[in-house]
């Protein structure tokens, strides 16, 4: 009884330290530190300008919501590091009890207040949204693997699947390309749900992450109708200015005003130095944006980059580069000047942040580097460990190296920001495997679970390959 209590006690420390940090994060960040981006999506949930897609809309219809409960912008910042932080607690909880080592689960709460994950923790951005519900979704895994064995009712499971599928969905949802980031997690949840899930389990799981994810796209299309913006030929944009030469644009098949904006791009780009984000760097950008353009440059993008594929090869690779070993924009220093009237609140504690992450990307740069964090990526990946959570690890890494390794065809400039969700991910992953060693791997699935003989009563009916689904 003795021992129980204390593990409650414990338990209850971690929540009380990660809610001091939560609130030690609403304070610093308060009201949420807002780039141009997030300006922008602010304008939108207050309905001051039309809703678009050119950044995925459920983050500013999350906005108005909470705004229109609240009616404080600052509630966003709440919630989000309620999520951070929630997540980070109820991962703490999990390696206590499965390890019942303290300092593993106070190493999961000060991954936290890393340099390299505090820096964004309070800036409203959908990068960090997509990388805070990714976490929470491996926060729901741990907990599922921490009640897998312990008897667990079906319904308790099932329950789990579809939080973890929620904030999975939403990660999809906020950020276009965290899919890839969000597969790996997505089986790392199943497995922890189910020992050896059979077929029909599978078939169900992944029926509902796409359920989950297609649901509310197709809401948001068909009642919120954002304006479509064609962001998409900002990529093919980069390509043409930078791979195509000046006469070759001058030469190229499209209307005359939009071959002379092609042509006056490419050349502000050579002059500046601009290597990629050619739109807003280097274009001259109508009053429609790309819409009236689109059509054109993908057309023209089509027709030219299959006669172009080794400078197109070479502009990527070296985009990539950039990305990897000149990492760039390591902190997001406060609100950017608006016509909003929005201001820091408390700008002695955001210039002490500041000083907190900028020293320590001065003396270990190799934290906000991609590179750092793509080689660790792909060491978890095949070097996860034998002990307890070698399947979390292992999940953990080959998300962070898809996500990374993603950006390759489609990365419009070489933020750290880019990289956030591999460092957090990354970082949880070298703590799991050091709190992790030493304590025995989970032991294997009974041999019923596969050969559809009666299970021992012992056994979860769900744990086998070929049972029906609960």
């Known amino acids: 009884m003795g021992r129980v209590s204390g593990g409650r006690r414990w338990i209850a420390a971690l929540a009380a330290l990660a809610a001091v940090c ?19 999506q602010l304008r939108q949930a207050e309905g001051r300008t039309p809703l678009t897609d050119w950044h995925p809309p459920v983050l500013s219809l999350v906005w108005r919501a909470l705004i229109a409960v609240t009616g404080s912008i600052a509630s966003m910042l709440v919630l989000q590091s309620l999520v951070f932080w929630g997540a980070l607690w109820v991962l703490s909880w999990a390696v206590w009890e ?16 890393t340099p390299f994950v505090l820096t964004f923790a309070g800036v409203v951005w959908k990068d960090v949204h997509a990388a805070f519900a990714l976490l929470a979704a491996c926060a729901v895994a741990l907990t599922g693997l921490r009640l897998r064995d312990t008897g667990t009712r079906p319904a308790v499971r099932w329950a789990l699947l579809g939080l973890g ?13 965290a899919f890839l980031a969000a ?6 949840l199943v497995l922890a749900l189910w020992r050896s899930p059979g077929r029909r389990t599978w078939v169900t799981c992944t029926a509902a992450l796409a359920a989950g994810f297609v649901v509310p796209a197709a809401a948001i299309s068909l009642f919120a109708r954002p304006l479509q913006t064609e962001q998409g030929a900002q990529i093919m944009l980069d390509d043409l200015v930078h791979v195509l030469t000046v ?53 023209l993008w089509l027709r030219e980059m299959g006669g172009h594929v080794p400078g197109y090869l070479q502009y990527r690779l070296r985009l990539f580069a950039t990305l990897l070993f000149e990492t760039d924009y390591v902190y997001k220093a406060g609100i950017t000047r608006n016509d909003l ?3 820091v609140a408390h700008p002695q504690l955001e210039a002490t942040l500041g000083t907190y992450v900028d020293g320590m990307a001065t ?45 390759l065809p489609i990365m419009p400039a070489t933020d750290f920001r880019y990289v956030y969700w591999p460092a957090l991910a990354c970082g949880l992953g070298v703590v799991l495997l050091w709190a992790g060693r030493g304590t025995p ?27 029906p689904v609960d």
């Open 341 to 343: 009237g929005i201001e």
């Open 247 to 299: 006469d070759e644009l001058r030469a190229a098949d499209v209307p005359p005003a939009l071959r002379d904006r092609l042509v006056a791009s490419a050349r502000e780009c050579a002059r500046t130095g601009a290597l990629s984000d050619a739109y807003w760097a280097c274009y001259e950008r109508p009053a429609d944006g790309l819409r009236g353009d689109s059509g054109e440059i993908t057309s």
């Open 183 to 188: 597969l790996p997690v997505f089986v790392l």
């Open 363 to 407: 003396d270990l740069r190799w934290l906000f580097r991609g590179w750092f964090w793509l080689a660790v990526a792909l060491v978890l990946s095949v070097r996860p460990g034998r002990g307890l959570f070698a399947m979390p690890v292992r999940a953990l890494g080959i998300s962070s190296a898809a996500y990374i390794l993603g950006y």
């Open 441 to 467: 791997p989970p032991r294997p699935a009974h041999p019923a679970a596969t050969t559809g003989r009666p299970l021992p009563e012992q056994q979860p009916a769900d744990a086998g390959g070929t049972g």
């Open 165 to 177: 599928v929620l904030f999975l969905a939403y990660a999809m949802l906020v950020r276009k390309n």
């Open 22 to 40: 939560c609130l030690g994060t609403v304070l610093v960040f308060a009201p949420g530190f807002l780039s141009p981006d997030s300006l922008d």
């Open 98 to 113: 499965l390890t019942g080592s303290r300092a593993g689960s106070l190493a999961v709460l000060g991954l936290g207040l």
